[in-house]
Nanobody
Framework: EVQLVESGGGMVQPGGSLRLSCVTSGFTFSNYTMNWVRQAPGKGLEWVSYITSFGARNYADSVKGRFTISRDNAKRAVYLQMNSLKPEDTAVYYC???????RGQGTQVTVSS
């Protein structure tokens, strides 16, 4: 059974930082590109970032320069370091396995003063 479990969300003031984690099981993690996506209140899913099995990265323009994606294949985990957070970053954040419909239950990030 494929599982993806996100953690690390919370409430933070504008300009603050959070580090999200996603631990996976049930598939060969090192073979897959992993995504972070988010869903803000009342909006659709928005792609945030991906990292390939070889470590190549890409980011949405809205987070470029502020967010950093990384992975640890030994731990079957993918991470999202989020700095200089803005209120518009408020959303539920999900990790997902590219090319499949698999994603976790999400972790809430709220940026507010």
């Amino acid at each position: 059974e494929v599982q993806l479990v996100e953690s690390g969300g919370g409430m933070v003031q504008p300009g603050g930082s959070l580090r999200l984690s996603c631990v996976t099981s049930g598939f060969t993690f090192s073979n897959y590109t992993m995504n972070w996506v988010r869903q803000a209140p009342g909006k659709g899913l928005e792609w945030v970032s991906y990292i390939t099995s070889f470590g190549a990265r890409n980011y949405a323009d809205s987070v470029k320069g502020r967010f950093t994606i990384s992975r640890d294949n030994a731990k079957r985990a993918v991470y999202l370091q989020m700095n200089s957070l803005k209120p518009e970053d408020t959303a539920v954040y999900y990790c997902s396995r590219r090319g499949t419909g698999d994603r976790g239950q999400g972790t809430q990030v709220t940026v507010s003063s």
